[in-house]
């Protein structure tokens, strides 16, 4: 196949991953993997589509079929970077799927690799930051952080895991710093204001990080990130029939059923911690027929059946 050719059929496949349609695309980038295999494009096109595959599991609580079509994705990616190692997008999006994936080793070398290529862009050296400190390597992430403050001076995101790994460190006031920093930067971001209300949390004032979090509008709190902090510092407090509320509401906002189904079932732990079993009961009836797995569902009612009887 001449250029022009490769390029009609990866616009095509492109196409087709665009309205949805897998089947087509997959078929065209595995055509074009054989007939021009030296060119990068045709495995990032089947790796988007695995991921694509992966992320609908994950929707449908298949958790098991996630990682293993993430892992498929990263295969396909690596050969990508292979054939085309000079791309410094192609190898950030490699690490992101090895991240993915659970593959830690493989995300942080592709993530050094795009910073090298492209040292002005902060993504890579914040990606590799966060690897760092949720391996519970904080003071190895700290020259990661400062270098994307260097490239981006008072980046939210950084900010936001320089106050993550102050407080794994024991430095209580420059994490609450840090994270100030943070929020007053992106006052909207859902994503810092959790990790302010954990650090509230960590650092043993559960009330501060629920008056934090239930000071947003009942829609956010209703996300799944806000929804499964507010149940911990519930839990944290005993108050699970609280937890359970929260979950309630979160199972309320969820616009797929097949994720609400998953939700449901912390819905029903939430009660069972609460040693409201009938209403656990409910909720696990209700995980069963929006199509969670069997295994799963099962796991929650025999902890459901162990609490009950340890309470007689």
Known sequence: MDHAQVEAALDAAERYIALGNMVEAEAIAIRLSRLAPEHFAPDD????????QAL???????????????????DHYKQAVRKAPGIPGLQQSAGEIAQLAGRLDDAMDHFKAAGELSPEDPAPPLYIAQLLVAGGSPEKARPWVERVLAIVPGQPHALATRAVLEMDLGNAPEAFEAIDSARSALPADLG?????????????????????LLSLPPQQQGDEGVAGELAVNWGS?????????????????????????????????????????????????????????????????VLAREAEESQD
């Open 56 to 74: 609908a599991f994950r929707a449908n609580g298949r958790e098991a079929e996630a990682a293993q079509a993430f892992s498929e994705a990263h």
């Open 192 to 212: 810092i204001r959790v990790i302010e209300a954990r650090l509230y949390r960590q650092h043993g004032e559960p009330e501060r990080a629920l008056e934090l």
């Open 237 to 301: 407090i005993g108050r699970h029939d609280r937890s359970a509320e929260t979950w309630a509401l979160c199972f309320a906002s969820m616009p797929d059923v097949h994720r609400s189904g998953r939700v449901a079932l912390k819905v029903a732990e939430a009660w069972i911690e609460d040693r409201q079993f009938e209403k656990a009961a409910v909720w696990i009836e209700q995980a069963e027929l929006l199509g969670v797995p069997g295994d799963q569902v099962e796991l929650v009612r």
């Open 45 to 52: 096109r089947l790796g988007r589509i695995c991921v694509g």
